[in-house]
């Protein structure tokens, strides 16, 4: 876990510690606004909304002095780096009100070796603040909720069959709960995916997850197969940016998806196999069903999009829903300063319920994520000294 975390969970502990000092715990949100300012004091908790300041991009050495980063190196002198490669809004925010983020599934493609490095990258970021994902691997592991795919092995040609083995397992179980509880929409994406899930909510607020929806943010060309062998030219919706389908279409996939994967498409060791993006799109389109290509999916990180298409293409998407090719270091900057740009936004515009959910949200998961790296019985872990 970065310092810099650590930091932003001492100072959201403070800014909750130091109002109940002075006021109590408030119980409704008209009582908040006082928290703004506890002093005449030049040191601070929130700036007022008409400053419309950003914490890491506004940032400068003569800067007002927060107590948890008094003494410490500043955030920003780590994370200033993204506020002229990402979009940077510091207000007017609005929040998703068709879905919460359960009614997502996130379906994260992974490998054995891969889950001390991007998985708990994954597990102890974004998703540590969703309440349904899924990692799909051939392996068991005692800190991550994998879905073992038996038989699949580990490599890149492996992901097709994880993928479709594993969207039809979930969808199985699904389908024996009541339907009020089940998934909406399904995201699956590898494990060096980085998603802003506020972000994704909003973007699929004027899709209706009961009609079949095939989202993603890139379109390429690449063979699909017919049952004989035989090959031909198609579209498909590039997965290095996420391939979003809603419960309707997922439903209408699930008879086929063992078949096809088993059947049409090449087995391992042909060129095709791992092109698990191409596969699901091959048979979504051979079903009938269209894709809907929406922006803010991106293929790249910041710096990739930046080298291929510039930054003006970059900074398009105010609220992009994700980022690709993150590395975990990278992961952990990224949901740092989303973190920060999501606080700095609820703040200025002085939105203080959605502001105080956030806090118990982050302090909550936070914690039940240190709780997993110790085991329940730390009793016997303690030598009593005479």
């Known amino acids: 876990m970065s310092i810099s975390r650590i930091w932003l969970i001492l100072g959201v502990s403070i800014c909750l510690l130091l109002y109940s000092c002075f006021n109590g715990i408030p119980y409704y949100c008209s009582d908040i606004p006082s928290v703004l300012q506890l002093s005449n004091k030049s040191t601070i908790i929130f700036r007022k909304s008409s400053a419309r300041k950003s914490f890491l991009c506004n940032y400068d050495t003569s800067s007002v002095a927060y107590p948890w980063t008094k003494g410490r190196s500043h955030p920003a002198k780590n994370l200033k780096t993204y506020c002229s490669k990402i979009p940077n809004p510091v207000s007017g925010w609005q929040k998703a009100r068709r879905y919460q983020e359960n009614d997502i599934a996130f379906i994260i493609c992974t490998a054995a070796s891969l889950y001390k490095t ?219 300063f989303y973190s920060y740009q999501y606080v700095d936004r609820l703040t200025n515009d002085e939105n203080w319920s959605e502001l105080v959910d956030f806090f118990h949200l982050f302090l909550g998961t936070h914690y039940e994520m240190l709780r997993k790296r110790y085991p329940k019985d730390t009793a016997k872990l303690v030598q009593r000294t005479k």
């Open 118 to 336: 991007r998985a708990m990258s994954i597990q102890q970021t974004w998703a540590s603040r969703v309440t349904n994902y899924y990692f799909l691997a051939s392996k068991t592991y005692p800190s991550l909720p994998v879905t073992v795919i038996e038989n699949t092995g580990e490599d890149y040609q492996s992901n097709t069959k994880k993928i479709f083995y594993g969207l039809e397992l979930i969808h199985r179980k699904q389908k024996a709960i009541d339907p009020s509880e089940r998934h909406k929409w399904y995201v699956v994406i590898g494990c060096d995916t980085y998603v802003n899930v506020p972000h994704i909510l909003k973007l699929l607020e004027p899709y209706n997850f009961a009609q079949p929806y095939f989202i993603g943010g890139s379109v390429g060309e690449q063979l699909c197969y017919h049952k004989n062998g035989t090959a031909y030219k198609s579209h498909f919706v590039g997965g290095n940016t996420a391939h979003v389908f809603s419960a309707a279409l997922v439903e209408a996939l699930y008879p086929h998806l063992s078949v096809y994967v088993e059947t049409v498409w090449p087995q391992p060791n042909h060129s095709a196999a791992g092109l698990s993006d191409v596969a699901l799109s091959c048979l979504t389109f051979s079903l009938g069903y269209n894709m809907t290509i929406l922006p803010g999916f991106w293929g790249r990180s910041p710096n990739g999009i930046i080298e291929e298409f510039g930054l003006k293409e970059a900074l398009k998407v105010q609220e992009p829903s994700s980022w690709h090719y993150i590395h975990p270091a990278q992961m952990l900057d990224l949901d740092e």
